[in-house]
């Protein structure tokens, strides 16, 4: 029913008792004692609506859907009313205090950093990424200036000129950040920080090999290049000179092709939608051949044993293969002449690993943690007069993480290297029961 008529029915309905009781009183008792009925009447319903009043004013000091008073008459709809708007009221702030809540935890989940700021850059609410990015402290730094907190000369200028349409790229603390300013609701402005080192590092690799690269093939081409201009310019050579203008041509261009199919592995390796398909991996065999390939780089100027004492495993024969024989080539090419080079299949309470063991010309700790950078060499020359392309540890290392084995180097200059491979055990690596 219309809420007015709610109100206005029962208060006229009281009023007209009232008023029927005073006349009633008056026509049998005379114009005094009517007049005293009404104004008795019209005294206790002042009385009733004070003692609500009193009671809604109470109750508006603390208000609770809960204890909300009982009413008459229309008290009884404004109550009820009342009771509505402040349960509905409950329920929106429960669920904006949900929301924010789920909103926080969304926000501190979020990889990229957001500070949010007024209008003269106080800062006002910063998630946990930002707070990492930035170097802030929401609880200690809440109400200061950000360009207060964020002492960057870069970053004060992006502010002061104020060109928020591009994003900032900015170092800071060891690390670059992308960060761009978004104004919004005409006073605020939110600060959205990006954590870019990894890609830059990636980037700068990509640009290193490149560079490298280009740089490692320049040399045999310059060379097989001037061969070719002195073969062209000067037709009637000797053929002596000409057998070794042909055969130096022929060791550059194996240099490149060594580089080149290097190369290739390396991409081939790191290609993520190329997994190893584990396959069982004959170690005896595949030890076999690489010992003989061993002895045919060295050609009799080391002396090379082989023991195996381990099981087989499941993984890529051809891709160990080729990490088994780089360490082992590696041996043979750091080894003076007569050096002793021991290669041992074992198996350990760990796992099964490879060893190969040289008393070679060792490497300084200081290299030790960089030889599987691509192109990384100790000493450069000495790689390219062997045949190096400065990739082979490189290679090991991404056909070990493929493995899921690890690389252990153990060396000192003068004396020699330890070079170990450690496989876990693990499904992938299974030990092959041996077929009765
Ligand atoms: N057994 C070893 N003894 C001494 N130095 C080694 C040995 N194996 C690798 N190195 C050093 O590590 C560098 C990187 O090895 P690698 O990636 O295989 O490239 P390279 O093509 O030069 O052999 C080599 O240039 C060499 O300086
Ligand atoms: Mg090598």
């Known amino acids: 029913m219309n809420p007015q008529l709610l109100f206005w029915i029962p ?26 009925i009404a104004v008795l009447g019209l005294l206790i319903l002042i009385v009733v609506q004070l003692g609500y009043l009193y009671q809604l004013s109470n109750w508006l000091d603390h208000p609770d859907s809960m204890k ?3 009413g008459w008459g229309a008290w009884t709809d404004i109550f009820s009313r009342l009771y509505r708007l402040r349960r509905d009221d409950e329920k929106n702030r429960a669920e904006l205090s949900e929301w924010l809540t789920r909103f926080r935890q969304a926000m501190s989940l979020l990889p990229d ?8 850059l106080f800062l006002e609410w910063c998630n946990p990424a930002a707070e990492r990015h930035l170097g802030l402290n929401l609880e200690r730094d809440r109400g200061m200036r950000v360009t207060n907190l964020i002492r960057n000369p870069n970053f004060i200028d992006y502010i002061i000129l104020g060109r928020y349409d591009q994003p900032l790229t900015l170092s800071l603390r060891e690390r670059k950040l992308i960060v761009h300013i978004i104004p919004f609701e005409s006073r605020r402005q939110i600060l959205v920080t990006h954590d870019a080192t990894e890609v830059e590092r990636i980037e700068m690799m990509r640009r290193d090999f490149i560079a490298n690269a280009s740089h490692e093939l320049r040399t045999p081409l310059t060379v ?3 061969f070719l201009e002195i073969a ?12 070794t203008h042909l055969k130096l041509m022929t060791e550059q261009g194996k240099r490149m092709q060594n580089l080149v199919e290097d190369m290739l592995a390396l991409t081939r390796l790191e290609s993520m939608d190329y997994p190893v398909r584990p396959e069982p991996v004959g170690i005896t065999a595949l030890l076999n051949q690489i010992v003989s390939e061993a002895q045919a780089l060295s050609a009799g100027r080391h002396s090379i044993t082989l023991s195996i004492d381990g099981p087989d495993i499941m993984g890529s024969p051809d ?27 074992q198996d350990t309470a760990e796992g099964p690993q490879f060893v190969v063991r040289d008393d070679g010309i060792g490497i300084r700790p200081e290299h030790i943690l960089r030889l599987t950078e691509r192109f990384y060499r100790v000493d450069k020359s000495r790689s390219r007069e062997t045949q190096g392309t400065g990739l082979g540890l490189a290679i090991v290392k991404h056909v070990l993480l493929r493995h899921n084995a690890v690389l252990a180097i153990d060396s000192e200059p003068g004396r ?21």
């Open 416 to 436: 020699g290297s330890v070079f170990t491979v450690k496989f876990p055990r693990g499904a992938l690596h299974e030990v092959l029961a041996a077929p009765a």
């Open 319 to 345: 891709e160990l293969r080729s990490a088994f024989s780089n360490l082992v080539s590696n041996a043979v090419r750091y080894t003076p002449e007569h050096g002793t080079i021991e290669l041992a299949w």
């Open 113 to 120: 950093g957001v500070a949010i700021m007024d209008d003269v």
């Open 68 to 70: 909300l008073p009982d």
């Open 232 to 243: 062209a310019g000067q037709p009637a050579l000797d053929p002596e000179t000409r057998m």
């Open 224 to 226: 097989i290049n001037g």
């Open 11 to 36: 208060a006229a309905l009281r009023l007209s008792l009232i008023l029927l009781l005073a006349g009633i009183t008056w026509w049998f008792l005379g114009l005094t004692l009517g007049l005293g």
